[in-house]
């Protein structure tokens, strides 16, 4: 026992300990270790206030009637039949899917050409780098001003450049006509994140053996071949960790239709996504209630798409993420794999 | 030793947490004020919305009580939910707190504010704009909400691109050819024609300030909805713009940017909107100095913004609060308030009181825009501002997609009404 005073995890004791004796001296350890349990509080505490109390609140909200300041009214499932009802909801989610295929995909495909092109040996490649990673870091409301002048109808720069190439009667109506404010969030999208993605890919590349590269060489594979054959399927965790984060994201977009558009999203709505909408809905009208209930459809919908694009990007059943999953998800799949194995 | 320092400092550290945790559970369970136990009375305002002088002198004390002022100017960014915060929390409460023009936002809450008819606010009524007053008092009749600034409204327009229009150039001239709606949309069409530009910024704009100037709104105080009745002024309002829309007067700019470049470059000519907006214009466009107009906008002048005072219900002193209002809203102090910040009076003896200065410094030519002001003061209609408007109100979004999506008139007044009644229904209106 005076091996413990180290401050290891309880979950990396040895596993060969009889599960009796850990079970009669968890709660005298658990005591033992105060100093470590001590020091890792405050982010629980923080967390606890900050973050799990909002969450479980805001499903307690969606079950409300409530303006943010006067009597709550307990409403059962009201909010989340009107929710179903409810015509600018499903737009906003129609809206929401639209940008973010719109943006998503030639996003991360401009991306893995960048790292592919960024892990040659060329020069300058440290600057290329944090060149491309400088958009993430910058403030969205800044972009999205900026975005604003250059895509503004009557007075942009991108129409002047058109009605200059093009003729004066040239021009595009990017932010009142609805494909044209879709376009427009799409890009400003493309143009923050490219560069972060790019980055990621990179480093998935520079995880790839260079021996696994020569030996294809010897063999006499092409460039388009290695891409295809080597990276691509080397990459596939790191993709598959892009597009999920990707999918989360443009989910949640907010920022840039909020300050290039308004809390209503713009003409016919267009640019409202689902958490513009729900914005909208708990800060402009304050209905907290009904705007609770928008984010936790909200979160259905996220779920849903992480578990389609876990399905669709990692494909066959004997897959490296279930053993890469953390706790006790991770494990039960590891005792199901297990089982099958012995099975056989 | 090194062990025994380590473990006293997470003892050290564990103590302080326990320390500041429970001044913060302490901090929860005092009365919901902010100056609770002092001789301060707080005061939320944001920068221009009051009488900086007032301020500086109640801080000293205010007449009347034994309470001091603390006037602070928290982060407005968003001003409704930092006050919506504070009072469903029942902490930090301020004792008096400045409220927009949005005040009838409050309405539905209204017990959680002082009815100053308790201190006779009743005897200060007859001071004020009648039109002004009424939009503080709540449908059951308390009065919650003391004026500040009133934003009676004008039509501005460009002398200069008139004359080259050939239009006249007077603002008398241009008041009587604008009496009616289709007057003005008639000169917006001989501006287009002759020079290109637009009377106004876009058609929600338009909209907005023909129901700002009508004595009928959306709501009776009942809460039922006029808007469908045969007749309407919403209806009205709506054919209006549509028509303005469909001759070509109003610029479709529905992006600040759009409409700043506008009246930058003069592809903009005019502008219907309240009293403060001389100074926004002076900043977005100082180098157009000197040729602005001010001219009476059609039928009547309205009202646009103009913010009110309120005492939460958790003041632990409502009387000196009201003391305070009563006391920093006099007609002397608005007329202060007008030179030193530009805020338009809402009490008429300000206005005559001659101690005002005319603020805009030839901005608008040789033209007296306080004089101006005065006048449309005087024929800006009393109208009631249901809480209805702000939480259900899809006219104006509508009549923004008529205008930049081309989307059908009569389907989106259809559309504007369906989708109103739909929300309406949810807050339990029998529609």
Redesign the interface.
């Known amino acids: 026992m005076t091996a413990h005073t180290t401050g290891v995890p309880l979950r990396a004791k040895p596993r060969n300990r009889p599960i009796s004796e850990a079970r009669g001296t968890r709660t005298r350890s658990a005591l033992r270790f105060w100093p470590q349990y001590v020091s890792i509080a405050p982010f629980y505490l923080l967390f606890v206030v900050f973050g799990a109390f909002p969450i479980v609140f805001s499903i307690v909200i969606s079950f409300t009637d409530w303006d943010g300041m006067g009597r709550m009214t307990f409403v059962g499932l009201k909010q989340y039949q009107y929710l179903l009802g409810d015509a600018r909801f499903w737009q906003s989610v129609s809206n929401t899917f639209i940008i973010w295929i719109i943006s998503t995909i030639p996003m991360l495909f401009i991306a893995l050409v960048v790292a592919f092109l960024l892990h040659q040996n060329i020069r300058l490649k440290s600057f290329y780098r944090v060149a491309l990673f400088i958009p993430n870091v910058t403030s969205m409301v800044a972009i999205a001003l900026v975005f604003g002048s250059v895509f503004s109808d009557q007075f942009g720069l991108a129409n002047a450049f058109l009605k200059w190439i093009g003729g004066s009667n040239a021009g595009v109506a990017w932010l009142t006509d609805p494909w044209g404010i879709k376009i427009t969030i799409a890009l400003m999208v493309i143009w923050r994140f490219t560069g972060y993605n790019a980055i990621i890919y990179l480093a998935g590349l520079q995880a790839i053996s260079s021996e696994i590269y020569d030996s294809a060489r010897v063999d006499g594979a092409g460039t388009w071949r290695i891409f295809s054959r080597i990276t691509i399927p080397m990459l596939r965790p790191v993709i598959l960790f892009t597009v999920i984060t990707s999918t989360i994201g443009g989910l949640s977009l907010f920022t840039e239709p909020q300050v290039l558009l308004g809390n209503t999203g713009g003409t016919n709505n267009a640019g409202s996504t689902i958490v513009l909408y729900q914005y909208y809905q708990a800060f402009q009208n304050f209905d907290f209630g009904y705007g609770s209930a928008i984010a936790w459809a909200l979160f259905v919908l996220v779920l849903l798409f992480a578990i389609i694009n876990w399905r669709l990007v990692s494909g066959r059943k004997e897959d490296e993420f279930g053993r890469a999953l953390p706790g006790p998800i991770g494990r039960w799949r590891q005792r199901n794999t297990a089982k099958k194995e012995a099975g056989r | 030793m090194a062990a025994l320092s380590?473990?006293s400092l997470?003892t050290g550290?564990?103590g302080l947490?326990v320390l500041s945790?429970s001044a913060a559970l302490s901090a929860c369970s005092s009365p919901a004020s902010i100056s609770a136990g002092t001789d301060e009375l707080t005061l939320w305002y944001w920068p221009r919305s009051m009488n900086p002088s007032a301020l500086k002198d109640a801080a000293h004390g205010i007449p009347g009580t034994n309470k001091r002022l603390n006037a602070m100017t928290p982060a407005n960014t968003?001003w409704?939910?930092r006050l919506?915060?504070s009072?469903?929390g029942n902490a930090d409460v301020p004792d008096i707190v400045a409220i927009n023009s949005n005040v009838s936002?409050y309405f539905?809450?209204e017990d959680?504010f002082v009815d100053m008819n308790k201190f006779g606010a009743q005897s200060f009524k007859s001071q004020y704009f009648d039109w002004k007053w009424s939009y503080g008092e709540t449908p059951s009749g308390r009065m919650c909400f003391f004026p500040i600034d009133s934003g009676p409204t004008g039509f501005y327009y460009r002398a200069d691109v008139f004359a080259k229009a050939g239009l006249p150039t007077d603002p008398d001239a241009v008041s009587a050819a604008v009496r009616t709606w289709p007057e003005w949309i008639e000169l917006g069409k001989q501006l287009r024609a002759k020079t290109g530009s637009h009377l106004l910024i876009n058609s929600t704009q338009l909209f907005n300030q023909i129901v700002n100037a009508s004595p009928e709104r959306y709501f009776n105080r009942a809460g039922d909805p006029l808007y469908t009745r045969p007749g309407s002024a919403i209806k009205d309002a709506w054919d209006i713009a549509v028509t303005a829309i469909k001759a070509g007067v109003l610029?479709?700019?529905?992006?600040?940017?759009?409409q700043n470049?506008?009246w930058v470059?003069g592809?903009t000519a005019g502008h219907i909107e309240a009293v403060w907006w001389a100074q926004i214009l002076l900043d977005t466009a100082p180098k157009t100095k000197g040729s602005w107009r001010l001219a009476s906008q059609p039928v009547r002048a309205g009202n646009s913004g103009g913010s009110f005072l309120a005492i939460p219900h958790t003041c632990q002193d409502p009387e000196a609060a009201f003391k305070f209002i009563t006391w920093s809203q006099t007609a002397a102090r608005q007329a202060q308030a007008y030179n030193e910040v530009q805020l338009f009076p809402s009490t008429p003896a300000a206005l005559t009181g001659g101690t005002m200065k005319d603020a805009s410094h030839g901005f608008f030519g040789p033209q007296d825009s306080l004089a101006f002001f005065k006048t449309q003061a005087e024929t800006v209609p009393s109208a009631f501002i249901s809480p209805y408007e702000?939480?259900a109100n899809y006219f104006t979004?509508e009549i923004?997609?008529v205008e930049?999506?081309g989307?059908d008139p009569n389907r989106a007044w259809d559309d504007a009404v369906n989708?109103t009644n739909?929300?309406l229904r949810?807050h339990g209106v029998n529609v």
């Open positions: 380590r473990r997470l550290a564990a947490g945790l968003n409704d939910t919506r915060t009072l469903a936002l539905f809450d959680m610029g479709n700019q529905q992006i600040a940017t759009d470049a506008g470059t592809k702000q939480i979004t923004a997609n930049a999506g989307k989708e739909q929300v949810k």
